[in-house]
């Protein structure tokens, strides 16, 4: 590796590794381990795959999707624990802890076109390179998903009566 490759590579480190370790801690209900192992194969997976000299766009969307890749393919057990909220006051605390529950129960691809907007604020057209759609099936699933999540925390709600 060449010293100009090393900088880029740790200059792209640097800009994603939070991002995607993020959305991939979702992928994998919240178990710290799997999204650490996730994160390290899908930049060393698109490093390989993706030369240095192409754009960072395209290294960007290959890495998502290969991180997303690798969360479908395990098995993973939920944990929602509340270590993320242990500083909040219970009333910012609950709202947090349904919609994570929330979302938690919705289909994985649900999941990740959501995160991927909300969380890592993707453009349109970024999601769909990602999740291989059309920048119009990318705003129908948002809205579709959006939906999907306002019923799951209606749900939780109404159980928790």
Known sequence: MTENQELCAKSLLARYLKKVYALVIYLVWGNPDQAYEVVVFSFV???RLIPFEEDEETFYSTLLSTAIQKCQSLKSIPCLDE????????AKKMPLLITK????ALAFEEKVVLLLRDQLH?????IGIVMHLS????????ARMRNNLREAIKEII???R
């Open 101 to 104: 529950r929330a979302l938690q």
């Open 83 to 90: 270590s993320d909220f242990i500083d909040l006051p219970p």
């Open 135 to 142: 920048e119009n099936e990318v705003r129908l699933k948002i």
């Open 158 to 160: 109404e159980h928790a």
């Open 122 to 126: 993707l453009t349109y057209k970024g």
């Open 45 to 47: 997976e698109a490093f």
